[in-house]
Each structure stands twice: as structure tokens, then as C-alpha cells.
T-cell receptor
Framework: KNQVEQSPQSLIILEGKNCTLQCNYTVSPFSNLRWYKQDTGRGPVSLTIMTFSENTKSNGRYTATLDADTKQSSLHITASQLSDSASYICVVSENGGFKTIFGAGTRLFVKA | EAQVTQNPRYLITVTGKKLTVTCSQNMNHEYMSWYRQDPGLGLRQIYYSMNVEVTDKGDVPEGYKVSRKEKRNFPLILESPSPNQTSLYFC??????????FGPGTRLTVL
């Protein structure tokens, strides 16, 4: 069964610190992997998207990595800010990109 | 402004009373989809549409219907809602660069 698992479930860090979120997937055939940020009560917003041939993608303080061999991805947040407090969701698309499987998300809390 | 809109944003209804949640996008995207989000489960895809008159089931289609008569609209229909369909629903559309845009969400409660 195609699955996307994220860890940790939740994370608390101090403002200014870095953190890394993990995503493991078993989706096949693989089309692409995306990371989203979701603020409470709002729709997810895309941060990065990577296809099979890409192993790193940056968007400001967010850097995503992808290892298609081990089916693992990570999202690294540098110099965290209070506004980074949100859920971060890993999403993998299969079947030419039409079907998407979402991870349950990592809830990040950034404290002053 | 490029956006996906959903209506209503909040809805409380009773079991068995048919309802429709509308979704509209102004980006001329061909691909649109519906998701539900429940605590601890992440978003699950209900239905998706690759273009006008082309729809397909996602992972949790039971109890839902969709239609795609025109490119900009993709309504979600619950013919006979039940309490287990109480959830937060998101509509999304996706452009050629694979970036997916989500609507603001519809919080549905079925009593």
C-alpha cells in the first residue's frame, strides 16, 4: 500500500534554531514529492517540489532533499522564526502525478 | 489575484440532507481535486479531475460525487451526508508546473 510517513509528529524549537523534518514513502510509481506549509485553519501552501532526478531544492530558509533510492526526503528550516510555527506536510504523487498521498504532517512550534 | 475559492466556508447540516460545496479557480488549470482532512490522518484525496468531463476516484470516494462541466468549477456533492463525513474539506487546482493551489477550506459538521 502506498504510504507517506513523517517524523517527528511534533517538534518544539527556539527561535533562531535550525530543524530538520523527515519523510519516508513507499509510493510507486513515483512522480514527484512536495513539501507544504499549513497554518492552522488554512489551506496548505507549496514550499518545494522535486522530481525523481532532483536531490535538493531550496526556497529561502527552506531546503528540501530527496533520496529516491531510499525513498526518503527531508525539509531543513534554517534560522527559524515565530512565523514558521505550522504543520509541514510531505506529499508524494504517483501514477503520472494525478493521485497524491499526503503524510500526516509534522507540527512545528517555534518559541521565543 | 490567482486563487481557489470554496463556498460555504462553514456548514452544519443533518444526516441525509443533500449538500453541495462549490469550488472555483481563476487560473485556467486543467487539474482539480478534492481532499478531506481529519485529525492525525493528513489530507486524503476524494476525487480528482484531469479536465472538463474527466473525473476519477481518489482514496476515499465513498459517499461523494463530483462533476466538471466547465474548467473553472469543480463542485463536491454529498447526496446523503452522514456523521462520518464531518471533516475539513479542501479543493485544489494544479498548473502545468505541478504547483498545487489550495482553497481556504470548508468545515462541515453533519449531525
Amino acid at each position: 500500500k502506498n504510504q507517506v510517513e513523517q517524523s517527528p509528529q511534533s517538534l518544539i524549537i527556539l527561535e533562531g534554531k535550525n530543524c530538520t523534518l523527515q519523510c519516508n514513502y513507499t509510493v510507486s510509481p513515483f512522480s514527484n514529492l512536495r513539501w507544504y506549509k499549513q497554518d492552522t485553519g488554512r489551506g496548505p501552501v507549496s514550499l518545494t517540489i522535486m522530481t525523481f532526478s532532483e536531490n535538493t531544492k531550496s526556497n529561502g530558509r527552506y531546503t528540501a532533499t530527496l533520496d529516491a533510492d531510499t525513498k526518503q526526503s527531508s525539509l531543513h528550516i534554517t534560522a527559524s522564526q515565530l512565523s514558521d510555527s505550522a504543520s509541514y506536510i510531505c506529499v508524494v504523487s504517483e501514477n503520472g502525478g494525478f493521485k497524491t498521498i499526503f503524510g500526516a504532517g509534522t507540527r512545528l512550534f517555534v518559541k521565543a | 489575484e490567482a486563487q481557489v475559492t470554496q463556498n460555504p466556508r462553514y456548514l452544519i447540516t443533518v444526516t441525509g440532507k443533500k449538500l453541495t460545496v462549490t469550488c472555483s479557480q481563476n487560473m485556467n488549470h486543467e487539474y482539480m481535486s478534492w481532499y478531506r482532512q481529519d485529525p492525525g490522518l493528513g489530507l486524503r484525496q476524494i476525487y480528482y479531475s484531469m479536465n472538463v468531463e474527466v473525473t476519477d476516484k481518489g482514496d476515499v470516494p465513498e459517499g461523494y460525487k463530483v462533476s466538471r462541466k466547465e474548467k473553472r468549477n469543480f463542485p463536491l456533492i454529498l447526496e446523503s451526508p452522514s456523521p462520518n463525513q464531518t471533516s475539513l474539506y479542501f479543493c485544489a487546482s494544479r498548473g502545468a508546473n505541478n504547483e498545487q493551489f489550495f482553497g481556504p477550506g470548508t468545515r462541515l459538521t453533519v449531525l
